[in-house]
């Protein structure tokens, strides 16, 4: 019993010099989280944003897919994240920003580019496939949308 109540002392300890130095410093930490593809598109435009609010936090930026955010938000290591999966999850709020859809690009009978798994772009993609009733011949994961814009760009896919 004396060991358990002395490691709850210790945590106590921890978070109570670590709120001490935040208040010493009048600072939060604010983590923020964005998918790759909101990263590419909404990122830009949060960044001023945040850098005219920054006194009072300590803003740490993150970019991963959709899936991992929702993991690191249920588990309040990410304070916001921004995704473009309709990801469900009790733990989490959501609110919806702005609307978005997703394009067919390139060649239908080429080599279909599709971003990895646990993706937004993913997530849709799979139910297009799903509409078409099946997967295209040809498949290739690309875990980037700037290297498939590129691909597309020199005419591949």
């Known amino acids: 019993m004396l060991y358990q109540t002395a490691i709850g002392i210790d945590g106590l300890w921890r978070d109570t010099r670590e709120q001490i130095a935040r208040v010493q410093e009048d600072r939060e930490p604010l983590a923020v989280s964005f998918s790759h593809t909101t990263a590419a598109i909404l990122l830009p435009k949060s960044l001023p944003v945040m850098a005219r609010n920054m006194d009072g936090f300590d803003f740490a930026v993150q970019v991963m897919n959709s899936d ?3 993991g690191q938000a ?3 290591a990410v304070h916001l994240g921004v995704v473009e999966k309709p990801i469900v999850n009790d733990s989490v709020d959501r609110v919806t920003l702005c609307e978005d859809r997703l394009v067919l690009a390139g060649e ?4 279909w580019m ?3 798994h646990g993706s937004g772009v993913r997530y849709y993609t799979d139910l297009y496939f799903k509409t078409m009733q099946g997967l295209p011949p040809r498949t290739m994961e690309v875990s980037s949308n700037a290297a498939i814009a590129a691909a597309l760009s020199s005419g591949f896919g």
């Open 68 to 70: 991992a955010i929702l």
């Open 74 to 76: 249920s588990m309040k």
């Open 108 to 111: 239908p009978d080429g080599v």
């Open 114 to 116: 599709v971003r990895e």
